[in-house]
């Protein structure tokens, strides 16, 4: 972390503070009446029947917010737009990977085909509270797959397409989805890349960790989008272009409760598998439609904004989708990676469409410092008002360079804290409000109470490090675990359970102005490019291989990345112990990893040590395991097992 001599201030632009929707008052406001200013905020939407009761806290920690409320989240982010005369404003604009691929979409026409999807679900026989997996390339019908779910109630879990066909399988079986619904294939890097392949995979029979097909699946809907070739099987499969353009563009949404369950997104925890985390209607809507509204300064019909994120991630969910179409942004949706064709297709996208909020994580920033400044600096990006970060700490240097080469040195850049399980921003400076400073995620939200505490729940100092909680549940909170409530509590609700506090996993500092720095995850969720991944879920991988005794794996800083998947493996024994095989092996270990999670969780490094850094009574020790992979020297080894191991595993180690 940068010193804090260094750390200069961004006082809000005067002119941007007089047009802006967040005001200085908001805070006041929120601590006075928290319950008051939540109540201000859900009136922000359209309800078709209004609550009794703000928050029920009764049952904590499972959260019920405006109690007996009920409304439709599809009405909020599509009809009622259009019902206010802005049917023609354009709400997604569509860019391919192709270069010569792009459609736009209307409020008025995302209207009519989350409608006739509706339709043609409500067809099969789906009934609200059935849920659908979603498993899809950003495509205008992921968003409409997505709002037509909404619409009718349906919980949907979106599975990143870059997830393996038996991460795809697990969580279809946890949620015990029904449908499934996907693409022919994406296109990645110029090439259309196989998707509906790994469904199949996914849903039968062939993966080692199930035995049999999937049981709940009954309907796989198809969008044909690379023409590529694809097994069919004629009871199950059905073509989106086939069903969905005859079905009727008319459909009365249905008002549901403000507890009903929207979505569940699976995410990785410390232990054990991905898990699903709960979100529902009125509460999740609320707050994702109030922070996007004041965090990103979003002027409807004015502005152009992009949220970077795939879909297959929360912040896809609540900024790409739910936040900015419940206030009627025109978004912009780009199908492919940064560099197809090359290295200017960000910036040029922006140039084209005049984006002027943009939305990236630090990962993204990185890798445009890496690849020069000549490349923003080709373009006319004098669109953007707004810069924001998201996903992992930002390095004061990328923070500066964002701002200078992307924003011209003159916009506001809201660095958001925030995690699948808190549903929207909890932690962000309010443009026009406050100070931002490189590097820090400033203060919570209007409404939000978070402290910094030592492991016996006492407030630190300024410039201490602790744990990050959350004191006062929020409108967007998860409600659980899908189908592991005990999980739920122990995993959130235990560290601090007598104070009632929300553990995030998180450490972070406040420093003697009062801002808050967050520092990264306290436990063994590892940040790769914004992506969580367990330490767990990388072993369990690697054990799975015959050929691996033992793994341990660690999250090491990088330059790029912010973290990288570093693992060591014991062998097990074999005739052959030659330095090839343990290099073939190692191959073999980062495909298994990428097989049975996904691409991204391939390790950078994987050694192969004759024996692992243990305590007597047989704990690995990964902290030793980090210095070594950060390159640090000299940890304390005097509770070892065997002090000269870190010495064994350096000359003997094999790394590939
Ligand atoms: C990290 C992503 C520092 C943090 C929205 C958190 C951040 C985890 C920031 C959640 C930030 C997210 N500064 N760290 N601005 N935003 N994180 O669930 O460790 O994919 O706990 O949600 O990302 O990741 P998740």
């Not at 995620?441 to 410039?463: F, N, Y």
């Not at 004191?471 to 899908?482: H, N």
Request: glycine content about 8%; proline content about 5%; hydrophobic content about 40%.
């Amino acid at each position: 972390m940068s010193t804090h001599e260094t750390v200069e201030t961004f006082a809000p632009d005067p002119d941007f503070a007089a047009q802006a929707n967040a005001r200085a008052e908001d805070y006041e406001r929120a601590s006075a009446d928290r319950l008051a200013f939540w109540d201000e905020q859900a009136r922000r939407l359209d309800w078709s029947t209004e609550w009794s009761e703000v928050l029920d806290w009764s049952d904590a920690p499972v959260a019920k917010w405006y109690v007996g409320g009920t409304l439709n989240t599809a009405y909020n982010c599509v009809d009622r737009h259009v019902e206010a005369g802005n049917g023609d404003r354009v709400a997604l604009h569509w860019v391919g990977e192709p270069t010569d691929d792009a459609r736009d979409i209307t409020y008025a026409q995302l209207k009519d085909e989350v409608s006739r999807t509706a339709n043609y679900l409500s067809s099969l026989g789906l009934v609200a509270g059935d849920r659908v997996a979603i498993y899809m390339p950003l495509l205008p019908e992921t968003y409409i797959a997505m709002l037509a779910c909404a619409r009718l109630g349906l919980t949907h879990s979106v599975v990143f397409a870059g997830f393996s066909a038996q991460a795809l399988r697990s969580r279809v079986d946890d949620a015990e989805a029904k449908v499934v619904i996907t693409a022919d294939g994406q296109f990645r890097r110029g090439k259309p890349a196989p998707l509906k392949d790994g469904v199949d995979e996914a849903l039968g029979d062939s993966l080692d960790s199930v035995s049999g097909p999937a049981e709940s699946v009954q309907k796989v809907l198809v969008v044909r989008r690379t023409g590529i070739d694809v097994d069919w099987q004629s009871d199950r499969d059905v073509w989106w272009d086939e069903v969905i353009p005859e079905q009727s563009a008319d459909h009365t949404p249905e008002a549901f409760d403000s507890e009903h369950p929207l979505f569940v997104l699976y995410t990785s925890g410390t232990t054990g598998k991905p898990k699903g985390i709960i979100h529902t209607t009125g509460g999740y809507l609320t707050q994702a439609s109030y922070t996007h509204h004041v965090v990103f300064d979003h002027k409807p019909g004015e502005d152009v904004y992009w949220c970077t994120a795939d879909v297959g991630w929360v912040t896809g969910h609540t900024y790409g989708v739910y936040g900015p179409l419940s206030n009627g942004a025109t978004c912009m949706v780009y199908e492919g990676t940064p560099n197809s064709p090359d290295e200017h297709r960000h910036f040029q996208i922006i140039e084209k469409y005049g984006v002027s909020i943009y939305y990236a994580a630090p990962t993204l920033i990185r890798t445009f410092m890496k690849w020069g400044r000549q490349i923003p600096a080709g373009h006319d990006l004098s669109s953007i008002r707004l810069l924001g970060s998201v996903g992992e700490p930002i390095n004061p240097e990328a923070w500066r360079w964002y701002r200078d080469h992307v924003g011209g040195s003159a916009v506001p850049v809201v660095d958001t804290w925030w995690q699948t399980e808190t549903g929207a921003i909890m932690i962000s400076p309010l443009p026009g409000v406050t100070a931002a400073k490189p590097g820090s995620a400033m203060r919570p939200l209007p409404g939000i109470d978070v402290s910094i505490v030592d492991g016996d729940a006492r407030e630190v100092a300024a410039e201490d490090q602790g744990y990050l909680v959350i004191t006062e549940p929020w409108p967007a909170m998860l409600r659980g675990i899908w189908g592991d409530m005990e999980r739920y509590r122990d995993t959130y609700w235990s560290r601090f359970a007598e104070e009632g506090y929300y553990f995030a996993g998180d450490g972070a500092k406040w420093d003697a102005d009062g801002d808050l720095w967050v520092l990264g995850r306290v436990d063994d969720v590892m940040n790769i490019s914004g992506h969580r991944i367990s330490t767990s879920e990388v072993e369990s991988a690697l054990v799975g291989h015959d050929a691996v005794a033992e793994a341990a794996v660690v999250g090491a800083a990088d330059d790029t990345t912010g973290q990288a998947i570093v693992a060591y493996v014991i062998l097990r024994e074999s005739a052959d112990d030659s330095e090839e095989r343990h290099r073939a092996l190692i191959d073999e270990l980062r495909a298994a990893v990428s097989r049975d999670i996904s691409p991204i969780a391939k390790p950078r490094d994987i050694t192969v040590v004759p024996e692992l850094p243990k305590t007597r009574s047989g704990k690995i020790m990964r902290r030793l395991l980090k210095d070594m992979a950060e390159g640090r020297e000299g940890g304390d080894t005097s509770t070892l097992s065997d002090p000269t191991i870190i010495d064994q595993i350096k000359s003997k180690g094999v790394k590939g």
